[in-house]
């Protein structure tokens, strides 16, 4: 068992650093319900990252996408890995245009929205472009006041940010009203995964996330995993871990991206489809409508003019 206790103890009683992002309260990580006061919805914004790279973190944005499409939903897939995205790859197209044209001011949103399978659409990321890895102020305004307009005929917005800490991808993060955590059964994976929470919770006050476990053995394991991350952010970190779930380890999966297809599209009895569909299915059921974290145009364009410049 991956021991996430040591060298803790110091940081028990240290005070976040201050931050100038706003946060609201995040549907589905709260332990008690708010208002029952129902409301228009906006579209529901999940920042799916990871501490680690190879924990199948793109092709669970992926299928959890094409899922949330056979049940209805619009789904919009942001491939926020701005200087190395590979969602494109990883789906078998080959857009003309990406994020990139968008950023320079070449284009705009609408121009570079693709057609996924199943009912998805997808905003690609360029591949090998440094800049985009460290995004001026200017260019997240004009970027986030596009996908605000975007959104706005979007059931989900699935946001497949980079692995790891970086500034870009905890913007990515604090911006969504909910923040999913893959990580696989591996310890380098489970440390990482503590690491991106102990950020999380220590420099931007996230007080909520949900784990999901990718590569399961069984669900035993999945569980297990979650109860090593529970265990250390309950003891030292002010953050509240919901478990989501787990996807079976599938042999399937990996024959799917050989061959540039989604487990859930090429073979739709896997027991990693079903995993699949069981969460999409499971998250519509707990689609937290009477508990909005707010205005996603306000809320995001708090944190753009919070950023220094």
Known sequence: MTDLRRGETETM????ASRNVIHLPRPG??????????????????????GKGGVGKT???????????????????LDADLGLGNLDVLLGIAPKFNISHVI???????????????????????SGVQELTQLSHEQKVRFLTALDRLIDDMDILLIDTAAGISTNVMDFNVTAHEIIVVVSPE???????????????????????????????????????FRQLELVTERF????????????NDEKVTRGVKHQRLVCDLF??????????????????TSPSSRPKGNTNFFWHHLVRSTPR
């Open 187 to 225: 310890p380098t994976a489970i440390t990482d995964a503590y690491a991106l929470m102990k950020v999380l919770s220590l420099k931007y006050a996230e007080k909520c996330c949900q784990l999901l476990v990718n590569m399961a053995a069984s669900a035993r394991e999945g569980e297990e995993v």
């Open 59 to 77: 092709n669970i944005v992926a299928n959890l996408g094409f899922a949330f499409g056979n049940l209805g939903r619009k789904v919009l897939v």
């Open 104 to 126: 320079h001011g070449e284009k705009e949103l609408s121009d570079i929205l693709v057609d996924g399978p199943g009912k998805m659409k997808i905003l690609p990321a360029s």
């Open 13 to 16: 009683g240290a005070s976040p």
């Open 268 to 285: 739709p009895q896997s027991r990693a489809s079903r995993c699949f569909t069981q969460l999409a299915e499971r998250m519509v059921k």
């Open 29 to 50: 990580c709260s332990r008690t319900e708010g208002s029952s006061t129902r409301r228009k919805a906006h579209a529901r914004v999940m920042a799916i990252t990871s």
């Open 237 to 248: 970190l002010d953050i509240h871990v919901d478990y989501l779930g787990c996807v079976l």
